[in-house]
């Protein structure tokens, strides 16, 4: 018996001393707090780069004899002061866009494209621009060939903004692995990028870019979208700009609703269909305040607006509930556009109207489908897909009186001379661990402090749906929706 204590004892020993062995081979115990703290070194690649962004900002600051200011990027999917780009197509990163501006001297915001050769970053590129900021940049094949361009939202100054389009083509590329002296002091003006399109552009009040690049008529080949906004508000269009015969030029054009005061939001999405047809979605508001939106894509070989009616104004006209905008709603990768409707109020008590909202979407052939019906609760942050039974069987209205719970009723008409009969409660009440539900009720989602709760009122109007239809037609709204 004791002999095996000692051998377990024994065999203990051993272990610990090999695990203090494993633990000094790997220098753990002879580093210093302060080392293990340490940020983690930057690789030899960023500090090329950081070197190569420093050596470009004092050699502007040396030549205008003025410091150099950051430029900001206001909106779109590249907003970072450097951005790593793959501009020649072949799956790797290689290059990375600096920005600056040099106030005080003509053309003062200076893009710069570093390319990596080797483990160096050396100037491949140079684009200049009118402006105090830039609205929004993108890259994109557009002339079929070399790198790809670059399209820049210039902001001017408030409210006036210029699109133009850069190709960085031509300009001479170092050889791989062999950067020579000559590669690094090659001039600004040798390396500036040709400018093929400087226009007008319009962008949202949301901040949404007024450009979009598509490939719109699907040729393989991107085309350059530029939304404009008339100030008098008589014709405000979209130009389809698209590469032929060896420039780029203004291919079509597609009036927008007439009698538009201000555009909120432009987006880009598909129509339904086959084909993956693209489709510009420009949300603006009327000068009488209503909410319409134009439809803009290639329908039957035309570039054309698909929603526009016989007056010139789009028949997407939303008035009296402006809050929701055109979204994927049924998650088909096609956007749906509302139509809201308001609901019957009983007696005199209500104090605002309830809106159920048919969705509908637009085929490659410009007609307009219905898709699918909700109710939208903004304030509290969730929507519920309604049945085709309900439509002109229901009115809702709200109950706030509980502290820390909202009701949504959900009542069965009956005609304006009779009370509505409640079939169907959903809450949303504060939550935390130490509060339950109440009995009777179904929880539909739980957030952080928040559920969702629904009730059915029993001998009520049979409205169809059990507990598991409640809980597939239930759901969040994402704020996405507003601000993407």
Request: net charge negative.
């Amino acid at each position: 018996m004791w002999e095996g204590e000692d051998a377990v004892k024994l065999r203990l020993r051993i272990s610990v001393l090999y695990l203090a062995v494993l633990l000094l081979m790997s220098g753990c115990l002879f580093r210093s707090p302060d080392d293990l703290y340490r940020q983690p070194e930057k690789s030899a690649g960023y500090e090329k780069l950081n070197a190569a962004i420093r050596t470009v900002r004092l050699g502007l600051e040396a030549e205008f004899s003025v410091q150099t200011e950051d430029v900001t990027i206001v909106a779109g999917d590249n907003t970072a002061s450097i951005q790593l780009q793959d501009l020649d197509g072949d799956g790797r990163r290689e290059s990375a866009v600096a920005f600056f501006r040099v106030p005080g001297i003509e053309k003062p915001i200076k893009i710069y494209i570093f390319t990596q050769i080797g483990e160096e970053y050396v100037v491949t590129g140079v684009v200049e621009g009118e402006g105090n900021a830039i609205h929004a940049i993108d890259y994109a094949q557009i002339n079929g060939k070399g790198r790809k361009e670059l399209a820049v939202n210039w902001q001017i100054n408030t409210g006036a903004y210029q699109l133009g389009v850069y190709t960085l083509d031509g300009l001479e590329m170092p050889v791989e692995g062999a950067v020579s002296v000559a590669d690094r002091e090659r001039s600004r003006t040798d390396l500036t990028g040709a400018e093929l399109l400087l226009t007008r552009c319009s962008v949202a009040s949301d901040s949404s870019s007024g450009c979009r690049l598509l490939d719109m008529d699907r040729d393989t080949r991107t085309e350059v979208l530029v939304t404009r906004m008339d100030a008098s508000g008589l014709i405000s269009q979209v130009e389809l700009y698209g590469w032929q015969d060896g420039a780029l030029g203004s291919v079509a054009l597609a009036d927008l609703s007439a009698g538009i005061s201000t555009i909120n939001r432009i987006r880009t999405n598909y129509l339904a269909g086959e084909y993956d047809q693209p489709a510009l979605y420009v949300t603006s508001t009327l000068a009488d305040g209503r909410r319409v939106i134009d439809v803009v894509a290639y329908v039957e070989g035309a570039f054309t607006n698909v929603a526009l009616g016989e007056a010139g104004v789009s028949r997407e006209v939303i008035q009296g509930y402006t809050e929701i905008n055109p979204t994927d709603i049924n998650r088909d990768s096609v956007a749906e556009l509302p139509t809201p409707y308001v609901l019957p109020n009983y007696g005199e008590s209500s104090s605002s109207n309830f809106w159920l909202i048919d969705w509908g979407q637009y085929d490659e052939r410009g007609r307009r489908n219905h898709v699918l019906t909700t109710y939208h609760n903004v304030s509290d942050g969730w929507y519920l897909e309604i049945p085709e039974s309900w439509r002109d069987q229901i009115t809702i209205s709200r109950n706030d009186q509980v502290t820390g719970r909202r009701e949504v009723v959900f009542s069965h008409w009956q005609g304006a001379d009779v009370a509505p009969l409640p079939f169907l409660s959903i809450y949303r009440m504060a939550s935390s661990r130490s509060t339950g539900v109440e009995e009777g009720l179904v929880v539909l989602r739980e957030e952080e402090n928040i559920t969702y709760a629904a009730r059915f009122h029993g001998d009520s109007w049979d409205s169809g749906l059990d507990e598991m239809d409640l809980l597939e037609r239930f759901n969040i709204i994402r704020r996405s929706w507003y601000n993407e």
